[in-house]
């Protein structure tokens, strides 16, 4: 088997392989990018940049990071700068949103949904959560039903929601949606601007540093009341330092959360990456080798979960192999007892292949 990158390799392709190669050079088999996502040269530069700048008195303009980190997810989203939020989590954003519901709500859910998703809108007791199967999720849909919130692709096994049902069904009966696109930013070219709002931490696919989060609301605002507003969402943010803030920031700035700066510092050169390389182009790439990853499954006698569109392949009743799959430098996750294994820009077949013929070495069972 080659050990080339998979993929097509022409027209912007082309240059695919020199860029990433100049970015990563993992020490391992690092296949858990639902986990955490590797960080690229030029951000760790920038980092460290911006922390020994910090440790000598003259501090970078991190603010102005932020900014740019903000304008390269709205690029990669879709939709115009002002619409994006800048944070660090997405369950702060979830539970925004749900307390600008009224009481009695109905919210449906997916069923085991991740956590930061669902659980502020179960804090609130006063709502009515329903979970349904993901795949019935916009047959459900309801008259009464005000809001959908969903992931974009599930954390424990890939499958990817149907968001154009979604959205068709939730616009039909009047309710809003909420989309979680963590565990697709980066691969999945997400049409932000389809959606009442959508939230992703940058941390996994978009190869930023953890602390970087980014929520993207309607025009009018979503009817999202800024509870945790401080200073960073006034209108002029350095005269709203003191006492309560005279004017709310005019776009979806008013929804910041006090920004990791040294992350943010980072995360402008990572999102630019991924707008270099084209998410359509990192898309064809990772899901040719999840392709890959499934025929030797086949060939050990595996079946994965069904999640044939997604880069994240996770595989029934082989968690409990994770720990040996570490110790042979193979990184990979246990999620709800299946051995998820997540591919990104950085793998290559070669990578697809180590993974395999160590599992076919733990199940003593070589492949066809």
């Not at 990184?331 to 294994?341: P, W, Y």
Request: charged content about 20%; glycine content about 8%.
């Amino acid at each position: 088997m080659d050990g080339g990158f998979a993929g097509p390799q022409s027209g912007p392709m082309e240059t695919f392989e020199p860029l990433v190669r100049a970015e990563f050079a993992p020490k391992n088999t690092y296949l858990n990018t639902a986990s955490t996502g590797l960080v690229p040269a030029r951000t760790v530069a920038a980092m460290r940049v911006a922390v020994e700048s910090a440790a000598a008195g003259q501090p970078t303009d991190m603010f102005a990071d932020v900014e740019a980190a903000r304008a390269s997810f709205a690029r990669l989203t879709g939709v115009p700068v002002r619409r994006v939020a800048a944070g660090a989590s997405v369950a702060v954003y979830s539970g925004l949103i749900a307390a600008s519901l009224p009481e009695g709500a109905e919210v449906l859910t997916a069923e085991a949904d991740f956590s930061s998703v669902v659980n502020p809108f179960h804090i609130r007791r006063d709502l009515k959560v329903r979970a349904v199967p993901l795949e019935g999720l916009a047959e459900s849909v309801r008259p009464g039903t005000a809001l959908v919130a969903v992931s974009a692709a599930q954390s424990a096994d890939g499958r990817v929601a149907d968001l154009p049902a979604v959205r068709a069904a939730a616009r039909a009966h009047g309710a809003r949606t909420y989309i979680d696109a963590s565990q697709a930013t980066g691969w999945l070219q997400i049409d932000a601007d389809a959606y009442d709002y959508v939230s992703s931490v940058a941390f996994k696919w978009l190869v930023c540093p953890r602390g970087v989060a980014f929520l993207v609301v309607p025009e009018d605002l979503g009817g999202l009341t800024p509870l945790f507003a401080g200073w960073v969402a006034g209108q002029a943010p350095w005269d709203s330092c003191y006492g309560p803030v005279e004017e709310l920031a005019h776009s979806a700035r008013r929804f910041d959360e006090s920004p990791a700066l040294f992350s943010y510092a980072g995360a402008r050169h990572s999102l630019a990456l991924i707008e270099e390389l084209g998410v359509e182009n990192v898309r064809a790439h990772d899901l040719a080798l999840a392709d890959r990853f499934r025929t030797g499954l086949a060939s050990l006698g595996h079946e994965p979960v069904p999640a044939p569109h997604a880069p994240i392949v996770s595989v029934p009743g082989l968690g409990d192999r994770q720990p040996a799959l570490s110790r042979a430098g193979v990184e990979v996750s246990d999620r709800a007892g299946n051995l998820r294994a997540a591919f990104h820009l950085y793998n290559t077949p070669v990578d697809v292949d180590r993974l395999l013929d160590v599992l076919s070495g733990l199940s003593g069972r070589p492949l066809a």
